[in-house]
């Protein structure tokens, strides 16, 4: 069974900087790609960002790209996201999901690869 468990969320100001955690096991690190997805209320799940198990390679949705990066630490079985430069528009519950079909930059975004999800994070930005 694949179990992810994501941390790291809570309240910052506009600017400031949060680093999630998506912790799992070394079999769902090594066998599927982790992608972060969000939600905000009102609005529909969107993806973030992933990781692929292959390369290593990584993809960002242009909302957050130069500001958030994705990584992964083998030692500690865990998908990272740091994300710098909040803005209120980033607050959302984010989660992170596993996927052991092919991903690519196509569909990687997109919810339809992804078996496996977390029970999410809150992200709050605001002053």
């Known amino acids: 069974q694949v179990q992810l468990v994501e941390s790291g969320g809570g309240l910052v100001q506009p600017g400031g900087s949060l680093r999630l955690s998506c912790a799992t096991s070394?079999?769902?690190?090594?066998?599927?790609?982790i992608g972060w997805f969000r939600q905000a209320p009102g609005k529909e799940r969107e993806g973030v960002s992933y990781i692929s198990n292959k390369d290593g390679s990584s993809y960002y949705a242009d909302s957050v790209k130069g500001r958030f990066t994705i990584s992964r630490d083998n030692v500690k079985n865990t998908v990272y996201l740091q994300m710098n430069s909040l803005k209120p528009e980033d607050t959302a519950v984010y989660y992170c999901?596993?996927?052991?079909?092919?991903?690519?930059?196509?569909?990687?975004?997109?919810?339809?690869?992804?078996?496996?999800w977390g029970q999410g994070t809150q992200v709050t930005v605001s002053s």
């Open positions: 070394r079999h769902t690190l090594d066998s599927r790609t």
């Open positions: 999901a596993a996927s052991h079909w092919i991903v690519t930059r196509t569909n990687g975004l997109t919810l339809d690869p992804y078996d496996y």
